[in-house]
């Protein structure tokens, strides 16, 4: 894997770059819709590559392990050829889940032993095994295998939990190390910084992390509910840390303005469930502002969803059918909802990138951060 940047903003850490993968190259800054279970909710494959232009999906270790499996995902050869994307893949280690599983997990420092949310069916995951499973899987980038903090955090614990999540790092990075992919591609690893919301566990963190020279580096346990304003602050705290050549993971985040801030802060690569949920729900995020489709005030406006963005569901589709469709809990709204919101996301962060280029970026943000918060 190849990381190169090829502009930076003059007023902010924003930059523009393009990472190279077995799958194709990404350019960066980029948002990766979730794919948890090896499908993005509700959209093709074809919609997620033509009409989305995704160039870079994300799928999940702990979902994939359980279901469909590991024997079924190598009889497919792998993740890509299972799910038919021909593109890259992120997965993400299963900490997250393992986080969200607290009642039904007990950490130690193994590894995690935790109960199916399909069948409560027990199972173990330690760092070197949750390598050996997403090389299985067969991802571009895989994650490191950590422990996701909660918010708030005690800094006690805070303090001990970062500090198991460098020992199973190093445990992660020599399993990686000795083994090989099982497709005829290169995999890249990528460590997790952690620390909560304290700045000297942050700090800690992120030079461990860049002390170990991986490929790329990610940032974990943010927007677990902490206010912006502190999701912001370690972010920018751990990039002014981490090496500037290599590219930077905010996992899990966010809003669209989330992600415009970030970008400011120096992170290159996002992904969050957001623009899915958000949209079965009936919250649509459009360069205007944000829409409530279920409120009334849409039922007789017979104007395309978003016509600035220029794809076919936004140019062919009403918001007025939209919500006819989302009220009647039509399978069909959730679809054009989803198809939507991230064509939107991918817009916003390929305008961010043609605003870094041209030199703009700032400006641009500080207007578009104001006009995407606003509720039409």
């Not at 079924?72 to 993740?79: D, E, F, H």
């Not at 005690?154 to 001990?160: S, T």
């Not at 469709?325 to 989803?338: F, T, V």
């Not at 030199?359 to 039409?376: A, D, N, S």
Request: proline fraction near 4%.
């Amino acid at each position: 894997m190849q990381f190169t940047i090829s502009n930076k903003d003059q007023n902010s850490n924003a930059r523009a770059g393009e990472l190279t993968t077995a799958h194709g190259n990404i350019k960066t800054p980029i948002f990766m819709p979730v794919g948890t279970a090896g499908s993005v909710k509700a959209v093709h494959q074809r919609e997620l590559k033509e009409d989305i232009q995704a160039q870079i999906i994300l799928g999940n270790t702990y979902h994939l392990y359980l279901r469909p499996g590991l024997e079924v995902l190598q009889k497919a050869g792998g993740l890509h050829k299972f799910n038919g994307w021909d593109k890259p893949i992120l997965t993400d280690s299963g900490g997250y889940q393992v986080y969200s599983l607290s009642g039904t997990r007990k950490i130690k420092e193994e590894g995690v032993t935790f109960k199916s949310h399909i069948d409560g069916s027990s199972h173990i995951f330690s760092p070197e095994g949750v390598m050996d499973i997403q090389r299985k899987i067969g991802a571009d980038i895989i994650m490191a295998f950590d422990e996701c903090t909660p918010y708030p955090c005690d800094y006690e614990y805070a303090r001990k939990s970062m500090d198991m999540t460098h020992r199973w790092l190093d445990r992660c990075i020599k399993q990686f190390d000795k083994t090989e992919g099982h497709y005829g591609y290169d995999q890249s690893l990528f460590p997790i910084v952690q620390g909560s919301t304290y700045k000297d566990l942050r700090k800690r963190s992120a030079e461990e992390i860049a002390s170990k020279g991986r490929e790329g580096n990610a940032i974990g346990g943010l927007s677990v509910g902490e206010p912006a304003e502190d999701m912001y602050e370690m972010t920018e705290l751990v990039c002014d840390i981490l090496p500037q050549d290599k590219p930077r993971y905010l996992m899990g985040v966010g809003t669209p303005a989330n992600i415009l801030e970030c970008i400011a802060l120096g992170v290159d690569m996002f992904d969050c469930v957001m623009p899915t949920r958000n949209a079965r729900n009936g919250m649509l995020f459009t360069t205007e502002g944000i829409i409530n489709i279920r409120n009334k005030k849409w039922e007789d406006d017979f104007s395309p969803i978003d016509p600035a963005l220029g794809s076919y569901v936004d140019t062919f589709y009403t918001k007025a059918y939209l919500r006819h469709l989302i009220h009647s809990k039509e399978i069909l709204g959730a679809q054009i909802a989803s198809i939507h919101n991230l064509t939107f996301y991918l817009w916003l962060v390929e305008q961010a990138r043609e605003q870094i280029t041209s030199g703009t970026f700032y400006e641009w943000k500080e207007k578009m951060v104001k006009k995407l918060m606003t509720r039409l």
